[in-house]
């Protein structure tokens, strides 16, 4: 079956550090992947995506390339920020959007001033 | 943008009693909503799916008479938890794709904190 490995937090970066979030997975297929993220007390928001090999998702300065030979979806940002502080979840899903989505156990991610 | 709202937010109820989750989408149409469970420090796990006008289908280890799932509109979907116990104690969480997106990410829900006590 499907499955998502990433590495497990919690990650403590200064401001304005380099970050890089590992994920792998396992799938039959070519999934689509995507990163969500999950704010203290809040809901899961969709960060990123990518539906096949070689595409790169980016969005509010966060990137991550879809890498087949690798089975790899890594999570990067160049300049962090306090308010990028939350648990980023790496997640994949094969078929279209009524098949479930699989989830990675999350990473927290605090970052102090 | 889409977005899917819970109620309630939080929930404290006794053991034994029974709970109900809403989740709605607020501007979509949703023929098919998913209910997972998220535990402290754990990943989503997917309970069931939630199918508008038909049975929910229901993860393998999911008890289907526990956890109850009506989905009798295309904007909501509802979740109860029926003789609740402390280890029924979990963040809840529904999510709904949009039956006319292009797109096709699943919109989540802020989520529902139950405490059994």
């Known amino acids: 079956g499907n499955s998502v490995t990433q590495m497990e937090g919690p990650v403590t970066l200064s401001e304005e550090a380099f970050l890089t979030i590992n994920c792998t997975y396992t799938?039959?297929?070519?999934?689509?992947l995507f990163w969500y993220v999950q704010y203290p007390g809040e809901g899961l928001q969709l960060l990123l995506k990518?539906?096949?090999?070689?595409d790169k998702g980016s969005n509010k300065g966060f990137e991550a390339t879809y890498r087949k030979e690798t089975t790899s979806f890594h999570l990067e940002k160049g300049s962090v920020q306090v308010s990028d502080s939350a648990v980023y979840f790496c997640a994949l899903r094969s078929g279209g959007g009524y098949q479930k989505v699989t989830f990675g156990t999350g990473t927290k991610l605090q970052v102090i001033p | 943008g889409a977005v899917v709202s819970q109620h309630p937010s939080r929930v404290i109820c006794k053991s034994g009693t029974s709970v109900k989750i809403e989740c709605r989408s607020l501007?979509?149409?949703?023929?098919?909503m998913f209910w997972y469970r998220q535990f402290p420090k754990q990943s989503l796990m997917l309970m069931a799916t939630s199918n508008e006008g038909s049975k929910a289908t229901y993860e393998q280890g999911v008890e289907k008479d526990k956890f109850l799932i009506n989905h009798a509109s295309l904007t909501l979907s509802t979740l109860t938890v029926t003789s609740a116990h402390p280890e029924d104690s979990s963040f809840y969480i529904c999510s709904a794709r949009d039956n006319f997106a292009a797109a096709e990410e699943q919109y989540f829900g802020p989520g529902t904190r139950l405490t059994v006590t």
């Open positions: 501007d979509f149409q949703a023929t098919t």
């Open positions: 799938a039959t297929g070519y999934p689509s």
């Open positions: 990518a539906t096949k090999a070689d």
